[in-house]
């Protein structure tokens, strides 16, 4: 049964995350850079607001979502456990989406700290709220596109350094595009803005769910996961 075998993948790909001390580090240095990025906001400028913590975050993502996901195919690679997964009645699509949910999973869990920063402003000042909800949808979102991204760039390499670097320089430059528009000629604008996903990302953390939005990253994850099933099918 395809939901009962991705979610014994999801459940397998879930522990390994806590058994390995890259997890934590992962974890503590997202914690580090979202606290200050909040704090430096909410003392030295005395602003009681979350726009620069989600101002920043896709950036933040660009590089901690690929350290998160580099591992999940590279490693089976390396140490030969695939070959030993994919003789499991398993499909690829199975092993695909078990190790996506589970690197999604591991992200919100990685965010649940910094609802802390939402409530101590609500407690000190007034809080607009739709924002914030808007922001943590948003980055579910990005975080899944971005972890679809290092899943694909995980399936193409048994290095996990090399798998980190590729999804990295991917994330990175879907994060930017939209902000290097002035180099464009008028013409191709409104191409380059749609593909930048902080673009996308920013409508949404304004409280402002719109389809296209919407249709952006479950796109965007659609085509990632489709190139790791097409990658890993390769490699069989």
């Known amino acids: 049964m395809a939901a009962g075998n991705i979610s014994h993948i999801f459940r397998r790909e879930f ?34 607001e979350l726009r620069d913590f989600f101002n920043l975050l896709p950036m933040i993502f660009a590089f901690i979502v690929p350290a998160i996901t580099m591992r999940l195919f590279s490693e089976e690679f390396n140490v030969g456990s695939y070959e030993i997964l994919v003789t499991l009645p398993v499909t690829f699509r199975d092993i695909i989406l078990g190790k996506f949910f589970a690197s999604v999973a591991f992200l919100a869990i990685m965010m649940l700290p910094t609802l802390s920063y939402a409530i101590s402003v609500a407690l000190l000042g007034e809080l607009d709220w739709g924002p914030v909800v808007g922001g943590y949808i948003g980055a579910i979102l990005l975080g899944a596109a971005f972890s679809a991204i290092g899943l694909f760039a995980s399936s193409l390499t048994k290095n996990q350094i090399i798998a980190f670097i590729i999804g990295m320089i991917i994330c990175f430059a879907l994060t930017i595009v939209d902000k290097l528009l002035f180099f464009l000629p008028e013409s191709m604008l409104g191409f380059f803005q749609y593909i930048g996903a902080g673009y996308h990302f920013q409508n949404i953390a304004r409280g402002i769910i719109d389809s296209r939005d919407i249709l952006y990253f479950l796109s965007l994850i659609f085509i990632a996961l489709y190139g790791a099933h097409l990658s890993v099918r390769e490699r069989h």
């Open 15 to 48: 522990k390994v995350y806590f058994v390995s001390p890259i997890a934590y580090i992962v974890i503590a240095i997202f914690l580090v850079l979202a606290g200050w990025f909040f704090f430096s906001t909410f003392f030295l400028f005395n602003q009681a």
